[in-house]
């Protein structure tokens, strides 16, 4: 690697601040992926700001509407500890349990796995199911975005110069509702998604009251498939409106061919993939109803 | 830049030490080329195989993707620190007693990653051996003496606990 100097910011003005005044500077979390770049020459900051000694960055903590709120830098051992999350979060428990193994979740973090902007990445599917919102800070202030509007692109991302994810507020569960990502990976661990595909619903009164359906490996970002949330809204949670939405999400799917599968194989695994991921979570709404 | 060494001062395997480093040398290559403590390996150099694994406060990291100026002020365990004087640690004792040892290559990742499993769960289902083992390559033996060493070691450790 080439030389980079690296500094531990015990603030998150001091990080601004550093992020600002360095325009070759890169935010350092867990380095799981930004380390393998560097290496691979394929990113070459001057300077490292590391973000794990920053309060705000490693919150983890409900606050008094029942919001999680989670730092950018909270590494994935710290998420499926936590009781509070296993409970009202289940999902969220599991996609960080699910990412990398066990060295790389005990660095490995949420914003660095959003940041990253790779289409493939897990736990950005879960968080768009649960209406994740990012906290973004910078030079102008702080600014809040949902977190399916975050990537652009394969590695791309809305973060302009010197703004930096401090972390993620996720909404208290809803009564009766439930959320599940599942993925297809040739490996059950150590693998990146072939495709993966997450779903939260909520019932009421014997229906559906809303839905979402998030899809990774499938588009140039993970894609939020609203027409498969929308069409589910005040319907039966049925079997036949369950494909539905499935072939909804199918049809919205814009995958490639490449090593890990063929755009074809793609378009079938995210079918398959909604309709178990929408049949676990309407069975967890169901063992969440008061 | 600044191009300066860093100083780092950490507890590596209960011992207090202290080294110059420059930012971009890993864990790793501090621990095996600074400190000269070679037990953990190089093999893929990005997070894929384990062999590099040390435990860094009570957590199994992959030493070359922590950065060597990281283990400031962390407590730092490697394979060297796991045998008192010539007695070896039962989780040790197991892998050589179950033949799951032989180039040697991934052992000491293993055996760190067997130490934190059984410190955290005294009583692993072997799935749960398994997914703990998952991020560690091991290309001789192949798994199940591995899985087999980690049972006993794990019956050993109940034994004297209890």
Redesign the interface.
């Known amino acids: 690697m080439k030389w980079f100097d690296y500094a531990a910011p015990r603030s998150l003005a001091e990080a601004l601040d550093l992020l600002a005044r360095n325009p070759r500077a890169r935010p350092f979390a867990g380095g799981t992926d930004l380390l393998v770049q560097m290496r691979a020459g394929q990113l070459d900051p001057d300077l490292l700001v590391d973000l794990k000694h920053i309060p705000e960055l490693n919150e983890l903590d409900c606050d008094g509407s029942g919001t999680l709120r989670l730092g950018a830098a909270v590494p994935c051992c710290r998420i499926y500890e936590d009781e509070r999350v296993r409970r009202h979060w289940p999902a969220l428990a599991e996609v960080a349990e699910m990412i990398g193994g066990i060295p790389i979740q005990s660095r490995a973090s949420l914003g660095g796995n959003l940041c990253n902007a790779a289409p493939s990445a897990d736990s950005v599917p879960v968080l768009i199911a649960l209406r994740a919102v990012c906290r973004i800070a910078g030079p102008l202030g702080e600014r809040r975005i949902a977190v399916e509007e975050f990537c652009t692109g394969p590695g791309q991302t809305v973060l302009g110069p010197g703004e930096l994810l401090v972390g993620f507020e996720i909404p208290p569960p809803e009564p009766a509702s439930g959320a599940c990502y599942l993925r297809f990976t040739p490996r059950a661990e150590m693998d990146i998604a072939v495709a993966g595909a997450a779903a939260a619903v909520r019932l009421s009164n014997g229906v559906i009251a809303w839905a979402r359906v998030a899809l990774a490996a499938v588009a140039p970002t993970p894609l939020l498939v609203r027409e498969a949330g929308d069409w589910l809204a005040d319907k039966a949670p049925t079997e036949e409106n369950i494909r539905e939405a499935a072939e909804l999400a199918r049809k919205a799917a814009k995958p490639i061919t490449d090593m890990r599968g063929t755009a074809e194989q793609r378009r079938h695994l995210v079918g398959v993939l909604t309709r178990r991921a929408l049949q676990q979570a309407i069975a967890r709404a169901r063992e969440a109803q008061p | 830049?600044?191009?300066e060494k860093?100083r780092v001062q950490a507890i590596v395997n209960e011992q207090p030490v202290e080294f110059l480093c420059?930012?971009?040398q890993?864990l790793l290559e501090c621990l095996r080329d600074i400190l000269g403590l070679t037990g953990a390996k190089e093999g893929c150099?990005?997070?894929?195989c384990?062999a590099c694994?040390v435990i860094?406060d009570g957590?199994?990291?992959?030493s070359?993707?922590?950065?060597g100026?990281?283990a400031h002020g962390r407590r730092i365990t490697t394979i060297e620190g796991l045998a008192r004087g010539a007695e070896l640690h039962p989780i040790q004792r197991a892998f050589l007693e179950q033949g799951a040892v032989q180039c040697g290559f991934c052992t000491p990742g293993l055996i760190l990653?067997t130490k934190?499993?059984l410190d955290r769960h005294p009583d692993p289902s072997e799935p749960q051996i398994r997914?703990?083992l998952?991020?560690?390559l091991c290309r001789c033996t192949g798994y199940d003496k591995i899985v087999r060493a980690v049972r006993k070691a794990a019956a050993e450790l109940r034994e004297v606990r209890a």
């Open positions: 830049m600044t191009r860093v420059e930012p971009r890993s150099n990005d997070g894929n384990g694994a860094m957590r199994l990291v992959n070359c993707l922590v950065l100026v990281e990653a934190v499993l997914r703990w998952a991020n560690h």
